[in-house]
């Protein structure tokens, strides 16, 4: 199984991310979020955060964790390498390791302007898998 | 193949018949030349359709000739909603408030800055940001921000970026009314702080033009401009403020559909009634962020007058200001009865038969993609009849921005606007690719569609010489 792998948008970015249970879809979510915004192989786990969320579906939660990971790049300047995610029912806990950005020593890519609702959709088969569009 | 949902209606003209089981309360129509119609995407049509099942919209679910897949509206997506029956919804606005283009008329002419181009483009590089968590650098105050907030470019001419001239030459005077901070969350104004003033990223762009054709004598000589002249297009938006009021109301809205039982097609066009509280919280907090994104440009006007200034010793005048990203109150002629509509225009411009200031038709600034032409045309009495007084906003997409890195590459894409003798400057250059024009439809057809349909007049055509890619 892939982690995530995007897809053909005209004018933004999409993505399909996958997961054996919901914690491990969000993790590989946050993963393609974040390798449009920065190079991650440059991150290095040198600080944390801890993210905790509420919402009604899996699609709204998703929604609320990718714009949360977006605030924390845009405004704290914090970029995620890795998270470890625990959901309960459509609570979430999400424990991120990065660092704070630094342009001397992270190739930044492109700005995401935000998480769409458009075809926004949580499934599950054989595994979870989840679609994204993001405006950029 | 031509789609089957499509019914010609004339040479450019393709209508979507009203389709009551899918709920559509309107028919659509898109604007396509036989040229345009291979890039047509049966998502887009789907998304023309989906706008016209949304409450109170009026006559048609409209699409500009450069059409593509959004989310939500298409861009180049038009629709009006009657005022008191109608809905708004900031998905039909999209998260880029605001986003749109700003022409600056210097007195030099192309042979003068041929040998300095370079040097320029560095310059003005170096003098607006641009690129991703671009920064303004400036310093003030949060009531400040409320004020840009709440006056747009008027707080930045009287803060000192600009003079009063500016604001008669920008839609709605750079200013739009009914701005409410308080409906602005503390998020969107954190967001907005620190990146007053600059381009941001994407298809965010400042570029060195000079004029290459005029069509229009008239209207040419009243906006100013001439042939052979440089002038500076500017193509950006509300930055974070913006993003961030947008993600605001949509996730607000999401329950707010249901409470007014609005049956949706896609989540992205969540919307409520204009006229109720949720409307008018919207409304308001869409204004303050237009208001940011006219402070925002009318503050890089000022950078970048002071680069020709300090380089040629001589200034730059504002031709024109006009949002593609927007909803306005506005007064239309429809089916004989003078009615009040929300215009939601989704990568679409206004193109009014009348600029108050100028006494002659509207301006309208139609960028091309990285290295082709820009256009400024004018609005005409045709577009108030056909398209609420809208056209098109720039060349369209036709390229996703994955297959354009997988065909192209930064260095070819380089190269060739080398061979064309334009100037490239970019923080980021693996993103170089996803602006090529292969990647756009020929801005040139483009064109030709509008000034056939006869909803905007083509004035001059402008030629790029310097490209700072946001």
Known sequence: ?136 | MINERLVRKDDYTWEIAKDETLGMRVPGRIFLSDALMRFLEPAAIQQVANVATLPGIVKWSLAMPDVHTGYGFPIGGVAAFDATEGIVSPGGVGFDINCGTRLLATTLTKEEIEQEIQTLTTKLYESVPAGLGSKGSLRFSEKELDQVFLRGAKWAVDSGYGDAGDLKHCESNGCFDGADVSNVSPLAKKRGMPQLGSLGSGNHFLEIQFVDQIYEEREASVFGLRPGQVCIMLHSGSRGAGHQICTDYLKLFQKASQKYAIRLPDRQLACVPADSRDGRSYFSAMAAAANYAWANRQIMSYRVRDVIEREFSTGAGLVYDVAHNIAKLETHHIDGERKEVYVHRKGATRAFEKDESYGVAQPVLIPGSMGTASYVLCGTTKAMQTTFGSTCHGAGRVMSRKAAKRQLTWKGVTESLRQKHITLKTDDLSAVPEEAPEAYKPIDEVISVVSALGISKVVARLVPMGVIKG
């Open chain 1, 1 to 136: 199984m892939r982690k995530y792998e995007f897809l053909e948008h005209t004018a933004d970015v999409a993505f399909r991310a996958y997961g054996n249970n919901v914690g491990e879809l969000f993790e590989h979510a946050a993963e393609a979020l974040e390798s449009i915004m920065i190079c991650l192989d440059d991150v290095a786990c040198e600080d944390s955060r801890v993210i905790t969320l509420t919402s009604d579906t899996y699609e709204d939660l998703l929604y609320d964790w990718l714009s949360e990971l977006l605030v924390i790049f845009e405004v704290d300047l914090f970029a995620v390498r890795s998270c470890r995610v625990t959901t309960t029912g459509f609570s979430l806990h999400a424990e991120c390791l990065g660092a704070k950005i630094d342009p001397s020593k992270h190739r930044l890519k492109e700005e995401v302007k935000a998480v769409t609702y458009h075809e926004l959709k949580v499934t599950k088969n054989a595994y979870f898998q989840a679609q994204v569009t993001l405006d950029v």
